[in-house]
């Protein structure tokens, strides 16, 4: 155990933290983030649908219209925000408007097929929400790589007598044209269906992580990395276009997706942040160690809105005896929430959209399921969390309460 211990310590977890600083993982997950006061109002406008849903009150607005453009926009706004970051990250600031603007208007030319034969044009097709998100980050990414090769190319001398807003102009007019070019030629001319060529790639991610293994899996890999103090952000650009898929389609179409953000931050799994380390904090808090002790009560009011950064960095990361339960609860607690809301309906799949991941539980529970036996199943997490994370704390407590008693002498 120690020597697999150390290779992820010495080997594994500088090479993650390396593709985490990685300038296009970090544009990738920056530009998802920028999307989240969309995301969150969208959540509002959901959660207003239901009174009228509910319970049919006459002339109630129609709050699904403000939603769509909120939620029914994040594609179309992906698409821009990409190429612009990584301009911005790239230090070719110059080009960062238009290289967003290409995106943009990239992802539409390879979108503007399927809403056609949808028949559905105008602002309402599900390409331009969350279900184009994966076709909205590969043509931002063509269109950022497109733009980046050229960021220092010029028609110009330095010497020129031409103003630099002109120079500029035509400069930017040659990679526009050959990322939109090629864009317009295999979608138009040759009819090469990009858009569901995307789709038939990453749609398979959703369809593992919606069996009973991959669910375990991502929530495993979500404790595995944050263990080793390895952000689980680092997953976002994955992650983030399959789970808010999954919930818009629950939400709208009446859909029974187990793994989307409210299953996980809001509903049932992860109480007191990732890990569901709130069972935690409370032994850190009555601890008979000085120092667990104040670890705890200092990380009280964080972890209480699922903040868990100051007892994930004071007590778990590199500590073997708290690793290896957080990656057990990764295993186990999944497995439990899929048996009771999948195997027997005993508690609800959230339906309702609810990204506000820092609501406090058992609140959030209510908010997205409506329901005593959800608040019960999410009670069940917590009390087999308790199990799973007492005899390893107890062990690491001995240890520092030990230690403790040697300074003291």
């Known amino acids: 155990m120690n020597n697999f211990i150390e290779w992820l310590k010495n080997d594994f977890s500088p090479k993650m933290n390396k593709v985490n600083n990685n300038v296009w993982i970090v ?67 110059k080009q960062r408007f238009i290289a967003g603007c290409t995106g943009l208007i990239t992802f539409l030319i390879i979108v503007s097929p399927q809403v056609i034969k949808d028949g559905t044009v105008g602002f309402t097709h599900s390409s331009l929400g969350t279900g184009g998100m994966f076709v909205a980050i590969i043509a931002a990414l063509f269109t950022g790589y497109v733009m980046s090769l050229f960021g220092k190319f010029s028609f110009f001398k330095e010497e020129s007598v031409i103003p630099d807003f002109v120079r500029s102009w035509f400069d930017s007019m040659l990679p526009i044209g050959i990322t939109l070019i090629i864009a317009w030629l295999l979608v138009d001319i040759v009819h090469v269906d990009i858009y569901n060529i995307i789709l038939n790639i990453f749609m398979p991610l959703a369809h593992i992580t919606e069996s009973p293994w991959g669910f375990m899996l991502i929530l495993f890999i979500y404790c595995f990395l944050y263990s080793m103090g390895i952000s689980s952000w680092v997953l976002t650009p994955v992650t983030k276009p399959i789970f808010l898929a999954a919930i818009t389609a629950n939400a709208t179409m009446g859909a029974h997706n187990l793994v989307t953000s409210e299953t996980i931050f809001s509903a049932y799994l992860w109480v007191g942040g990732v890990g569901c380390t ?52 990764g295993i186990v607690l999944p497995a439990i929430v899929w048996f009771g809301t999948k195997v027997i309906p005993f508690a609800p799949i959230p339906k309702v959209i609810f990204d506000m991941w820092y609501v406090p539980f058992p609140i959030s529970t209510w908010i997205t399921t409506g329901t005593v036996t959800g608040i019960m199943l999410m009670l069940i997490c917590v009390v087999v969390a308790t199990l799973i994370w007492y005899p390893f704390f107890k062990t690491y407590e001995k240890q520092e309460v030990e230690k403790e008693a040697q300074q003291a002498h």
């Open 27 to 93: 544009t990738l997950k920056d530009s998802v983030m920028q999307l989240l006061p969309f995301i969150l109002l969208g959540s509002v406008f959901c959660l207003l649908t239901i009174p009228g849903d509910l319970y049919k009150i006459p002339n109630y607005p129609n709050f699904w219209v403000p939603f769509g453009w909120t939620m029914g926009m994040l594609s179309l706004l992906v698409s821009f925000l990409i190429p612009f970051n990584l301009m911005e990250k790239k230090k070719l600031r």
């Open 278 to 329: 709130l069972p935690l904090l409370v032994m850190h808090m009555f601890s008979k160690s000085t120092k667990l002790k104040a670890l705890g009560r200092a990380s009280l009011v964080p972890s209480i809105f699922n903040i868990n950064e100051p007892l994930i960095f004071g007590s778990i990361v590199w500590n073997p005896l708290l690793m290896i339960p957080m990656w057990i609860i």
